[in-house]
């Protein structure tokens, strides 16, 4: 058996040709003949190190996109529209804050973010009809578009009959008219969630605030926007679980809120006419509240044919709560008749000279000055010298 001849030795061409010592592998170093393979194993790490990290802030990218597509664009039904005002000192920053804690959007800084992003709002003091759970870019809309562009405003006092409110929008919304909104408020259409079982009154029921109308809404719309907004307004104050503390129904504290708005001309005296309320009610004891005999009766009748005149409302004359409410009350009174002022402590000036073993509780009231606070009472002999004071004031007539 022949033997391969050294590749120094085997012959060569015409061509000379030169011997390279990297032609023989026996002589060639290692390491120009195959790579260090740990090397490669570093760099492989390397890579799969890299790809890990690309891939997890591609998913932490993913994860915030979609949290803040869910903040500009939430989940769930976009709700009836309300309204919210820009006042004139007004900014981006406290318009925000207050989006998100009336429930138009769940995250002010966002807001901001989104609004400066997309050219931002120019902010014009008025009032704005926004709904909840929109898109931000809806809400930016709206802001970006004067009030008056689209909308005619009407105002409904706190304390307003429905009968009032009638007259309000023939008056501000042409060409509506009281007679058209009285018919759609009786009609049954529009109910509110507070509503008694049967009952056809919206009295009461209809939260009185700032309205922008659009052109083409009528009686109808505006009154189903007004009832939403008391639902609102209710939810927020927590009516609900307040009437049950008190052994009432959402309507029944709105009948008391009732009560409230057309006596109370300032909060300090809200919360003590609801305890006198509540603690007439406990003890049967007529109301005796006089707003009451003015409802649905002639404004100029004398108050002394009122107090004789029997009707539902005369809470002179029949114990407990009227029929239904007398009067479309504010946050403020609805606040006051969910939180009724405590009785008098056993060391206070009007349980002073009450017998031993006496209860000590608000039971009266009358007006004490000119701009109409009231001074309050825990027995009739106090009631009495109280409203002596007025009438030698000149505060009763």
Known sequence: ?????????????????????????????????????????????????????????????????????????????????????????????????????????????????????????????????????????????????????????????????????????????????????????????????YQPEGSTSLEGLLFPDTYQVAGSESETQVIERMAKLMERVGRQENIEAGAAELGRTPYEVLVVASMIEREAKFDIDRSKIARVIYNRLFLAMPLQIDATLLYGQPADTPFSVLKETDTPYNSYLHAGLTPTPIANPGRASIHAALHPEPNPPSGDALCRDLAKGEPCVYLYYVVADEDGHHVFGATLQQHEANVQKARDAGLLK
């Open 1 to 193: 058996m022949k033997t391969a001849a050294p590749i120094d030795q085997l012959p060569h061409g015409d061509d000379d040709w030169t011997r390279d010592p990297w032609d023989d592998t026996a002589y060639a170093p290692a390491s120009e003949v195959e790579r260090a393979p740990r090397r490669v194993r570093v760099m492989k790490w390397v890579l799969l190190g890299a790809s890990a990290c690309v891939i997890v802030a591609i998913l932490a990218a993913g994860c915030v996109g979609w949290w803040y597509i869910r903040q500009v664009n939430p989940s769930g039904e976009v709700t009836a529209a309300s309204n919210f005002t820009v006042n004139e000192s007004d900014t981006l920053q406290s318009v925000s804050v207050r989006l998100q804690d009336e429930g138009f959007i769940t995250n002010a800084r966002v807001f901001r973010y989104y609004v400066e992003h997309k050219g931002g709002v120019r902010l014009t003091p008025g009032y704005y009809e926004i709904r909840e759970r929109t898109h931000m870019g809806n809400i930016m809309r709206v802001l970006n578009t004067p009030p008056e562009a689209t909308f005619k405003k009407v105002t409904f006092p706190e304390g307003f009959t429905l009968e009032k409110m009638g007259k309000r929008v023939e008056r501000d919304l042409p060409p509506m008219t009281a007679a058209r909104f009285a018919a759609a408020a009786a009609s049954g259409t529009v109910r509110s969630a």
